[in-house]
């Protein structure tokens, strides 16, 4: 069964290709996407044809950090009705309690694990695909905005312990540094982060817990 994600997935996709000198509608073509897609977040598409656009886009644009520099333009709107519920959750623990719970509203192709190891809390976000070929811009794209949803709940300034990748490093780290800080490495075992356990049950002073009620039975 093909894995959907919305077509929110591709917010800023075609200011980004541009400005890269890509042609976006082609690219949504190559792979077999509706132009309108770009118009209608809430469309759901196959996850497949999203990771394979953002393949061909950083390829074609010889820009390694194309999924990155896509996270950058990220708000916790972009995940639609799943951003109502993680915006109320009284402690980051409970944000992302829900995310493992309803990340499927918003993208079926994504799992979030999150293990306590002592001091340390491992945030895993790993990628299904049913096809062959390297989902690289898709999952640093996925931790990077992991990292974003993070700093909405514990402010701008905070940083992660360490952020993870499975594939290896690319010639500059530029854009990594930029979006993820100083502490990327790669050649791990898994995508994700890893950050202080006492984030966990920080308080999130925005939180409205009768709105997270409501968000709960509206997902």
Same mark, same amino acid.
């Given at each position: 069964? %093909? @894995?959907?994600? #919305?077509?929110?997935?591709?917010?800023?996709?075609?200011?980004?290709?541009?400005?890269?000198?890509?042609?976006?509608?082609?690219?949504?073509? #190559?792979? $077999?996407?509706?132009?309108?897609? +770009?118009?209608?977040?809430?469309?759901?598409?196959?996850?497949?044809?999203?990771?394979?656009?953002?393949?061909? @886009?950083?390829?074609?644009?010889?820009?390694?950090?194309?999924?990155?520099?896509? !996270?950058? *333009?990220?708000?916790?709107?972009?995940?639609?009705?799943?951003?109502?519920?993680?915006?109320?959750?009284? %402690?980051?623990?409970?944000?992302?309690?829900?995310?493992?719970?309803?990340?499927?509203?918003?993208?079926?192709?994504?799992?979030?694990?999150?293990?306590?190891?002592?001091?340390?809390?491992?945030?895993?976000?790993?990628? $299904? *695909?049913?096809? *062959?070929? %390297?989902? #690289?811009?898709?999952?640093?794209?996925?931790? !990077?905005?992991?990292?974003?949803?993070?700093?909405?709940?514990?402010? @701008?300034?905070?940083?992660?312990? +360490?952020?993870?990748?499975?594939?290896?490093?690319?010639?500059?780290? $530029?854009?990594?540094? +930029?979006?993820?800080?100083?502490?990327?490495?790669?050649? &791990?075992?898994?995508?994700?982060?890893?950050?202080? $356990? @006492?984030?966990?049950?920080?308080?999130?002073?925005?939180?409205?817990?009768?709105?997270? +009620?409501? *968000? &709960?039975?509206?997902?």
């Amino acid at each position: 069964m %093909t @894995a959907l994600v #919305r077509s929110a997935a591709l917010t800023h996709f075609a200011e980004l290709a541009g400005s890269c000198g890509l042609d976006a509608r082609a690219l949504l073509a #190559r792979v $077999a996407l509706l132009a309108r897609c +770009r118009a209608d977040p809430d469309l759901k598409i196959a996850a497949h044809r999203v990771g394979r656009l953002l393949e061909i @886009a950083a390829e074609d644009a010889h820009e390694p950090g194309f999924g990155l520099r896509l !996270a950058e *333009s990220r708000r916790l709107s972009n995940l639609g009705p799943l951003a109502l519920l993680v915006r109320d959750e009284p %402690t980051l623990r409970g944000a992302l309690e829900a995310l493992m719970q309803h990340i499927h509203v918003h993208n079926e192709a994504i799992a979030v694990q999150v293990a306590e190891h002592g001091a340390l809390v491992v945030i895993r976000t790993e990628l $299904a *695909s049913e096809r *062959s070929g %390297t989902l #690289r811009q898709a999952s640093e794209l996925v931790v !990077a905005v992991s990292c974003r949803v993070l700093q909405v709940l514990l402010g @701008a300034s905070w940083q992660p312990r +360490r952020v993870c990748f499975t594939h290896a490093a690319p010639k500059s780290l $530029a854009v990594h540094h +930029r979006v993820l800080g100083p502490a990327v490495e790669f050649g &791990h075992e898994f995508n994700g982060i890893v950050c202080n $356990a @006492a984030d966990l049950d920080a308080p999130n002073p925005g939180a409205d817990p009768i709105m997270a +009620r409501y *968000s &709960h039975k509206l997902l």
